[in-house]
């Protein structure tokens, strides 16, 4: 994980939380380069020898993330057209994550990666994944920030409307099908970065990774719609001086690695 400090290294903040609590926040102007930094520390913190019992949460068509380990993977999806498309899960469950009766200290590792935005109740379905979680396990997350420029334009625009920016600036044809995104969001407030951290921890996870990034999406407009890219550039900096910081309008997706403590 070295090599990714030292490229995030300039951008790394602390986040202070009540009775003086600090946690590392790291920023990189690239989300590959973050999601690259969050799979070395979950290859530090996993065992190697062991078959590791893995839920992917709206697992879709593949796992999004790598687990440097032998692994059973379960998925669980509301989709049927993506459980479909879903060739790697050994089982698969047609559910609501936030209702499904999972049984508690079930698996080593839960990924839950860029669904809570589309979440009415995201809360809820952290405490359903923390109780299925192992003492030990790791609950690995990946969610748009919310305090982003690209986050407050997602929450306070119709669904219509993404589907046709996916389908004109990025050229996804299928946008909106049943079965592909982009899909409903919600984007709820509590997924702030410093909310959902303290949210951790009130709930006896221990942060191990927190990271924040530029996302693909916006460095594709800066390719093929150089003039929207620019525009989108100058009202993410003008959203952090007006907010005082509080907004930071480049930094827009959220990766967190969370350990279950032993009992």
């Known amino acids: 994980m070295g090599d990714y400090l030292r490229i995030a290294n300039r951008y790394d903040s602390d986040y202070r939380l009540r009775h003086g609590q600090m946690v590392s926040m790291l920023k990189f102007t690239d989300s590959s380069q973050a999601k690259g930094a969050m799979e070395a520390k979950i290859a ?80 809820r379905v952290l405490q359903n994944l923390v109780s299925t979680l192992k003492p030990g396990g790791l609950l690995l997350i990946a969610v748009p920030n919310p305090c982003s420029l690209k986050g407050l334009i997602t929450k306070f625009t119709p669904h219509w409307f993404h589907v046709l920016a996916h389908r004109l600036l990025l050229g996804n044809k299928n946008a909106g099908k049943p079965g592909y995104p982009p899909f409903p969001t919600y984007l709820r407030f509590m997924l702030r970065p410093k909310r959902l951290i303290r949210w951790s921890l009130d709930h006896g996870l221990q942060p191990e990774f927190v990271a924040m990034a530029t996302g693909g999406h916006i460095r594709a407009l800066k390719r093929h719609r150089p003039l929207l890219g620019h525009a989108y550039a100058w009202l993410s900096l003008l959203l952090k001086g007006l907010s005082l910081g509080a907004y930071d309008g480049s930094m827009t997706e959220l990766y967190a690695v969370l350990r279950k403590p032993k009992s």
Not at 74 to 89: F, H, K, M
Not at 102 to 111: A, G, L, R
């Open 44 to 123: 530090e913190l996993l065992p190697e020898e062991a078959t590791l019992r893995v839920l992917d949460v709206g697992c879709g068509d593949r796992l999004k993330v790598k687990i440097p380990a032998p692994i059973y993977l379960v998925g669980i999806d509301i989709s049927p057209e993506q459980l479909e498309r879903n060739t790697i899960a050994q089982e698969k469950i047609l559910a609501d994550v936030e209702s499904y009766p999972f049984e508690p200290d079930c698996f080593d590792v839960i990924v839950c990666w860029e669904v809570l935005e589309h979440l009415p109740r995201p809360e």
